[in-house]
């Protein structure tokens, strides 16, 4: 990857803002944020390693007011960035300030990767990133992780949520398609949990190449397919399982279509939807489909699927 000049936007909060603000924040972007927020950090430390002895400069940062760092593309406009994260905060009457500056590529991804360490996910997963080495006492299937620059971690709560329905819903054999597969972890999780084959699609080109490369990382490359397209123009074939962790707008536009792709008995699995959204959502599977399962956390939403016979 070249070492370009982006832009980093930094955007200031109070502490109890920080989720919100946060959520709002990675809309903004298709790939990876990082906040900076030590209003627990006493706590954490002690739940996270057990240790109460912390280092003396992170003992001095203000515990008030939490930083949301956002990364902008050479390609792309920050001054969009800027004029959105504001006009949403505003809105949602979260009070902030907002810093831009340069920074190299380099930096910033070697910036976001200090707060990316080893997530056990669900009953059977470990999400690994390539630079943490980690124990497996429970001896989980390690996915081994590579963002690069494409949304999908497993950090955020809509990524896992959906990880624990593929673990429920994925059986030896199926068939997914994962639509907005960003670095591919649906996909790669699916692949590990049994599934035969994977299709994942995702309108950025950046992210089908970061998918395509998780995927050859976990050894299991030669069952998926990478798409560049939006949404499912250009899919085909039918799939036992088909996952969509997006937001609840396109989650809404793309029920009324992916039916077509779904073979009989086909379970369809959407995250990415906040709780004000829920019943949005809800309102556009009416007579298409019936949610059997749900699962919610810290505001976020995921939900599983059949269509109506």
Same mark, same amino acid.
């Given at each position: 990857?070249?070492?370009?000049?982006? %832009?980093?936007?930094?955007?200031?909060?109070?502490?109890?803002?920080?989720?919100?603000?946060?959520?709002?924040?990675?809309?903004?972007?298709?790939?990876?944020?990082?906040?900076?927020?030590?209003?627990?950090?006493?706590?954490?430390?002690?739940?996270?390693?057990?240790?109460? /002895?912390?280092?003396?400069?992170?003992?001095?940062?203000?515990?008030?007011?939490?930083?949301?760092?956002?990364?902008?593309?050479?390609?792309?406009?920050? $001054?969009?960035?800027?004029?959105?994260?504001?006009?949403?905060?505003? $809105?949602?009457?979260?009070? *902030?300030?907002?810093?831009?500056?340069?920074?190299? %590529?380099?930096?910033?991804?070697?910036?976001?990767?200090?707060?990316?360490?080893?997530?056990?996910?669900?009953?059977?997963?470990?999400?690994?990133?390539?630079?943490?080495?980690?124990?497996?006492?429970? #001896?989980?299937?390690?996915? *081994?992780?590579?963002?690069?620059?494409?949304?999908?971690?497993?950090? *955020?709560?809509?990524?896992?949520?959906?990880?624990?329905?593929?673990?429920?819903?994925?059986?030896?054999?199926? %068939?997914?398609?994962?639509? @907005?597969?960003?670095?591919?972890?649906?996909?790669?999780?699916?692949?590990? /949990?049994? $599934?035969?084959?994977?299709? @994942?699609? #995702?309108? #950025?080109? /950046?992210?089908?190449?970061?998918? +395509?490369?998780?995927?050859?990382?976990?050894?299991?490359?030669?069952?998926?397919?990478?798409?560049?397209?939006?949404?499912?123009?250009?899919?085909? @074939?039918?799939?036992?399982?088909?996952?969509?962790?997006?937001?609840?707008?396109?989650?809404?536009?793309?029920?009324?279509?992916? @039916?077509?792709?779904?073979?009989?008995?086909?379970?369809? +699995?959407?995250?990415?939807?906040?709780?004000?959204?829920?019943?949005?959502?809800?309102?556009?599977?009416?007579?298409?489909?019936?949610?059997?399962?749900?699962?919610?956390?810290?505001?976020?939403?995921?939900?599983? $699927?059949?269509?109506?016979?």
């Amino acid at each position: 990857m070249d070492n370009q000049v982006w %832009t980093e936007v930094c955007a200031t909060v109070k502490a109890e803002d920080v989720e919100r603000a946060g959520d709002i924040a990675q809309m903004t972007v298709p790939y990876g944020i990082y906040i900076e927020d030590y209003s627990h950090l006493e706590e954490e430390a002690w739940e996270i390693a057990h240790i109460d /002895l912390i280092d003396e400069e992170l003992l001095k940062k203000d515990r008030s007011t939490a930083k949301i760092h956002i990364y902008i593309s050479p390609e792309e406009n920050p $001054a969009e960035a800027v004029a959105f994260l504001s006009e949403r905060y505003t $809105a949602e009457n979260i009070w *902030h300030t907002i810093d831009t500056s340069a920074c190299m %590529t380099e930096d910033w991804i070697n910036n976001w990767k200090k707060y990316f360490k080893p997530i056990p996910v669900g009953k059977k997963l470990l999400i690994r990133p390539t630079w943490e080495e980690a124990e497996n006492p429970e #001896d989980r299937k390690i996915l *081994h992780l590579e963002p690069g620059l494409a949304f999908g971690t497993g950090t *955020h709560e809509t990524t896992r949520l959906c990880m624990e329905l593929l673990e429920e819903y994925v059986k030896p054999g199926a %068939t997914l398609l994962d639509v @907005g597969c960003g670095s591919g972890i649906l996909s790669v999780a699916g692949l590990l /949990l049994g $599934a035969d084959s994977a299709v @994942g699609v #995702d309108i #950025d080109e /950046l992210a089908v190449k970061t998918a +395509l490369q998780n995927a050859e990382l976990n050894g299991v490359k030669d069952r998926f397919t990478g798409i560049c397209g939006n949404l499912t123009e250009k899919v085909s @074939g039918t799939f036992d399982v088909v996952a969509a962790n997006i937001v609840a707008d396109i989650v809404i536009s793309l029920t009324g279509d992916v @039916g077509r792709f779904m073979k009989p008995g086909a379970v369809y +699995l959407m995250s990415g939807i906040i709780d004000t959204r829920e019943q949005d959502v809800l309102k556009a599977l009416e007579g298409r489909f019936q949610v059997i399962a749900r699962r919610e956390e810290r505001g976020w939403i995921a939900l599983a $699927a059949k269509a109506v016979k």
